[in-house]
């Protein structure tokens, strides 16, 4: 889903949030710190995510834009976003209760552990399970556009390994044709893509950024280069000159691949090509 995946550590009265990589989350969702000390077990370790339904048009679903803007240095602002946009804990995987670890057991035993741990009030969950595959066919139609990327299939008898991906991941497949509009080189050197930026046009002619793209192989890449370089462009030439639009607009930059807080540091230049 569209959430931060986080694993929760709960001793008493100690609860620590924090992402797959270590890093610690609950600063930024201290109303979330709360609701696992008054709704989980006493003692465990589960793995779920970090998620913010709102209702939009009607329609209760996951909201990235909204979780994003949680991650804040300014404590005042964490304070304010956790009142506006209060956070939500699903838990998909239990690790350990009490004393027990849990890493060896199989899915159906860690899943037995999970529904124990969470006394479900109104900010933590447990995922929905389900052995029958038309009923996961349904939910996967029915959970389109609600912030649900699809469902997850994983082996009932399986153990947790940590760092490893042990499931499929069903999700929605669509083709778009894309607009090339720009690329930016690859770390091996500078005779290969690393990755091209793409756009789709809006009704009223506007180039929109729809993300990046840089699964190629190395061959690949440096095909996409050779074949790339007679429609290099200038700036002055381009829909998307971000740089300017930084200095001037932080937040419209956003939209078109400039700075945030997400790739603070990182270099975001691009070579820019003739749409």
Not at 81 to 102: K, M, N, V
């Amino acid at each position: 889903c569209r959430g931060f995946r986080a694993l929760a550590f709960r001793d008493g009265d100690e609860v620590v949030l924090q992402s797959r990589s270590g890093k610690e989350l609950g600063r930024y969702f201290p109303e979330l710190l709360d609701a696992l000390r008054d709704e989980l077990a006493d003692r465990c370790v589960l793995d779920g995510e970090v998620v913010v339904p709102r209702e939009i048009d009607g329609r209760v679903r996951l909201d990235w834009e909204s979780l994003s803007q949680r991650i804040h240095p300014a404590e005042s602002r964490v304070r304010m976003l956790a009142e506006q946009t209060p956070a939500h804990f699903i838990g998909f995987d239990s690790l350990a209760t009490g004393d027990r670890s849990l890493l060896a057991e199989p899915f159906r035993v860690r899943r037995e552990a999970l529904i124990e741990a969470v006394n479900a009030k109104q900010w933590c969950h447990v995922t929905r399970t389900t052995t029958d595959p038309e009923l996961g066919a349904q939910w996967l139609q029915t959970f389109e556009g609600a912030g649900l990327d699809g469902v997850i299939a994983k082996k009932l008898d399986g153990p947790y390994l940590p760092g490893k991906r042990e499931m499929v991941k069903v999700k929605h497949h669509r083709d778009a044709d894309c607009v090339a509009i720009g690329y930016r080189l690859h770390k091996s050197g500078p005779d290969a893509v690393g990755s091209l930026l793409l756009g789709l046009y809006t009704d009223d002619g506007e180039l929109a950024s729809v993300g990046v793209i840089g699964a190629f192989s190395m061959e690949r890449r440096r095909q996409l280069f050779t074949e790339l370089q007679p429609l290099i462009t200038s700036f002055e030439n381009h829909p998307w000159n971000w740089a300017e639009q930084v200095a001037a607009d932080p937040d419209l930059a956003r939209r078109y691949g400039g700075g945030s807080r997400w790739n603070a540091g990182k270099d975001l230049s691009f070579v820019p090509l003739r749409p």
